[in-house]
């Protein structure tokens, strides 16, 4: 910081500059030419300068990787503490359907609306401690999985049809934040323009986008977000591709992610097509028990006082449940609806009016995801009840004379129809 705030001395003219004549000494000429009264020391001196600059690039080359491993160790240090996602007191709506979201990213995300203040940003930021670990090729900057095709990148598939052999690693699921005030470029990409037209190669910049891939992309506040990345949100959620164009040239990476949003229904209505992308939609409500509203506000006392104890004093719970959410994960594909069920789902979206058939897929997807988190290979009608408020309150058309929830009309024609 000394070095960026000192004064810079100013610069002076070319015509002004003169350049002193350096004598001539046998340490100062250039390798293979040797001094007339140090013939005879020609080779050792020439050693001598080779091993001094082995051991200056050797030295340098120490002090990189230390350099380096001490940068990644003050990242790791300075990263801020994250509220653990199991001392979040009450809110379970919300909770249960981030971590269903997690078990079967298909269900197409969730966005959460609710009051100011009611820890909605805290418990999707709480959720990265869970996030289970995925396979990803080494180097791709889209997280490409070496077992799906459709989720390579164009360069990656390129290899794998060569038969290149693909560097595997594990990483946790990421999750990436998009700020309201982002530009197109940053979320999207770039293209370097003038690389292509000199050396005629593709040099692309991933975006946010590509940097969400197989992961989670955060926005909060997302009513307030510009329409220009709605539609660019719109059209990687459709296709699961982001293509970028710019001036003839066209790049084209998979961009498939968990959309998670959340914002406060006074500050703006969202858009119904983004809402629509979303798979659940979770409603919070400020907690009125005296007793959980003191339990909360000690919670967040404790860790404000003591981040790093507070969160070890929770590490034996954010374990199991990581534990849990691994299994049901693994367990998933095994897990069964009966016809009857499915036929039911459907009949209860029909007589709701609802629009096209999202509803019945996410609905479908949500049961077994549920059934999987309780360790069960079969859905009930339990299961259903718990999940169908949230995957089709957001679907329904808004009658402006009817007083009453929507998830409450949910509620109300699911047991209509299953009993």
């Known amino acids: 910081m000394a070095g960026l705030l000192a004064p810079s001395s100013p610069a002076l003219p070319a015509s002004r500059i003169r350049t002193l004549p350096t004598p001539l000494s046998p340490t100062s000429l250039p390798a293979g030419i040797c001094h007339r009264r140090n013939?005879?020391?020609?080779?050792?001196?020439?050693?001598?300068?080779?091993?001094?600059?082995?051991?200056?690039?050797?030295?340098a080359a120490t002090e990189?990787?230390?350099?380096?491993?001490?940068?990644?160790?003050?990242?790791?240090?300075?990263?801020?503490?994250?509220?653990?996602?199991?001392?979040?007191?009450?809110?379970?709506?919300?909770?249960?359907?981030?971590?269903?979201?997690?078990?079967?990213?298909?269900?197409?995300?969730?966005?959460?609306?609710?009051?100011?203040?009611?820890?909605?940003?805290?418990?999707?930021?709480?959720?990265?401690?869970?996030l289970p670990e995925i396979k990803v090729v080494v180097g791709d900057p889209f997280n490409s999985d070496p077992e799906d095709p459709e989720s390579m990148s164009m360069d990656v598939r390129e290899r794998a049809a060569r038969g290149d052999p693909l560097p595997v690693a594990a990483t946790k699921i990421t999750m990436v934040d998009l700020p309201l005030g982002a530009t197109e470029d940053r979320v999207c990409g770039t293209i370097?323009?003038?690389?292509?037209?000199?050396?005629?190669?593709?040099?692309?910049?991933?975006?946010?986008?590509?940097?969400?891939?197989?992961?989670?992309?955060?926005?909060?506040?997302v009513n307030l977000l510009d329409d220009h990345l709605v539609d660019v949100l719109l059209d990687s959620a459709a296709s699961g591709w982001n293509t970028v164009e710019r001036e003839g040239i066209s790049i084209s990476h998979p961009?498939?992610?968990?959309?998670?949003?959340?914002?406060?229904?006074?500050?703006?209505e969202l858009r119904p097509q983004l809402l629509d992308r979303f798979g659940m939609h979770a409603q919070v409500g400020t907690v009125r028990d005296a007793e959980l509203r003191v339990k909360i506000v000690e919670e967040r006392a404790r860790f404000?006082?003591?981040?790093?104890?507070?969160?070890?004093?929770?590490?034996?719970?954010?374990?199991?449940?990581?534990?849990?959410?691994?299994s049901a994960r693994s367990s998933l594909a095994s897990v069964q609806i009966d016809r009857d069920l499915r036929v039911k789902i459907s009949k209860v979206c029909a007589e709701l009016n609802v629009d096209g058939l999202r509803g019945d897929i996410?609905?479908?997807?949500?049961?077994?995801?549920?059934?999987?988190?309780?360790?069960?290979?079969?859905?009930?009608?339990?299961?259903?009840?718990?999940?169908i408020p949230n995957c089709l309150r957001h679907?329904?058309?808004?009658?402006?004379?009817?007083?009453?929830?929507?998830?409450?009309?949910?509620?109300?024609?699911?047991?209509?129809?299953?009993?």
């Not at 013939?39 to 030295?59: D, F, I």
């Open 304 to 326: 404000d006082r003591d981040p790093k104890g507070f969160r070890e004093s929770y590490r034996a719970e954010q374990e199991k449940l990581q534990q849990q959410i691994a």
């Open 192 to 221: 370097d323009i003038e690389k292509a037209l000199t050396e005629g190669v593709k040099a692309f910049e991933p975006g946010l986008l590509a940097k969400a891939n197989r992961g989670i992309l955060y926005v909060d506040e």
């Open 64 to 130: 990189l990787t230390s350099a380096e491993e001490g940068k990644k160790l003050m990242i790791g240090e300075s990263q801020r503490p994250v509220f653990p996602f199991s001392a979040i007191v009450g809110q379970d709506e919300m909770k249960l359907c981030l971590l269903l979201n997690v078990i079967d990213p298909k269900i197409g995300g969730v966005m959460i609306m609710g009051d100011r203040g009611t820890g909605k940003s805290t418990t999707v930021r709480s959720l990265v401690d869970l």
């Open 395 to 419: 679907r329904l058309r808004k009658d402006p004379l009817e007083s009453i929830d929507s998830g409450l009309l949910v509620i109300e024609k699911f047991y209509e129809v299953f009993t």
């Open 362 to 387: 996410v609905t479908n997807r949500a049961a077994k995801a549920l059934a999987a988190l309780k360790g069960r290979d079969k859905v009930t009608a339990e299961d259903i009840a718990t999940v």
């Open 255 to 268: 961009a498939r992610f968990i959309l998670i949003g959340s914002g406060n229904p006074e500050e703006g």
């Open 39 to 59: 013939l005879n020391g020609c080779a050792r001196t020439a050693h001598k300068h080779r091993a001094r600059r082995s051991l200056v690039s050797s030295a």
